[in-house]
């Protein structure tokens, strides 16, 4: 069974500042995909970001960015210039690419505080 | 944009009660899920639904759970008799199943407290 780890419970950055948040996964799989979800205070699951195995290209959305390593099997998000909106709680998660459900498998998610 | 929707928003019931949380996926997507997310912890896979069928569930989704497409609008999960420990966070999820929409795209989450 395919694992994920964030092994940051809580983080902190200044506004304007730059953060990365880590996770590792473990899979014997080739084909795979990773995601980052943001859930704020209200507790809605958000999208952030999404990177898909088979690409080299790491994957962009404005101030986001994902550092995909493959061959050690680990998906940081990189938040930069910071905004007091961002802060929340932040889920790594897998999803194979095989068979047909294809559910999530989170990590522990990382609390990430922004600081005016 | 298109959004799953969830109701309700907060629904507190007796242990021992049944409850139904209904959900309303994007109106073209094939693939429907639910989880849970205890408070503080992880969100967690319960069980995901494709052509009027469960496709694949967690062991977490036991007896006591069921999920029903009723009337090609609506996705709902029953917890039969409901314990103290299903008190929890419920999000509904769903998802295209064509090629480049694997996204899955989830509603705002039921809370259901358990007395």
């Known amino acids: 069974a395919q694992t994920v780890t964030q092994s940051q419970p809580e983080m902190s950055v200044q506004e304007a500042e730059t953060v990365t948040l880590s996770c590792t996964y473990d899979?014997?799989?080739?084909?795979?995909?990773l995601f980052w979800y943001k859930q704020p205070p209200s507790r809605q699951m958000i999208l952030v970001i999404r990177?898909?195995?088979?690409?080299?290209q790491n994957a962009t959305e404005n101030r986001f960015s994902v550092n995909f390593q493959k061959a050690a099997k680990s998906f940081s998000l990189k938040i930069s210039d910071s905004q007091l909106g961002d802060a929340a709680m932040y889920f790594c998660a897998y999803r194979s690419g095989s068979g047909s459900a294809r559910q999530l498998t989170f990590g522990s998610g990382t609390q990430l505080t922004v600081l005016p | 944009e298109p959004e799953v929707t969830q109701t309700p928003s907060h629904q507190v019931t007796q242990m021992g009660q049944e409850v139904i949380l209904r959900c309303v996926p994007i109106?073209?997507?094939?693939?429907f899920y639910w989880y849970r997310q205890i408070l503080g912890q992880k969100v967690e896979f319960l069980v995901s639904?494709?052509?009027?069928?469960?496709?694949?569930k967690s062991e977490i989704f036991d007896d006591q759970f069921s999920v029903e497409r009723p009337d090609g609008s609506n996705f709902t999960l029953k917890i039969r008799s409901t314990k103290l420990e299903d008190s929890a966070m419920y999000f509904c999820?769903?998802?295209?199943?064509?090629?480049?929409?694997?996204?899955?795209?989830f509603g705002p989450g039921t809370r259901l407290t358990v007395l």
């Open positions: 639904f494709y052509n009027n069928e469960i496709s694949e």
């Open positions: 109106s073209n997507h094939l693939y």
């Open positions: 990177q898909e195995a088979y690409k080299q």
């Open positions: 899979t014997s799989e080739s084909d795979y995909y």
């Open positions: 999820a769903s998802r295209g199943g064509l090629a480049g929409t694997d996204t899955q795209y």
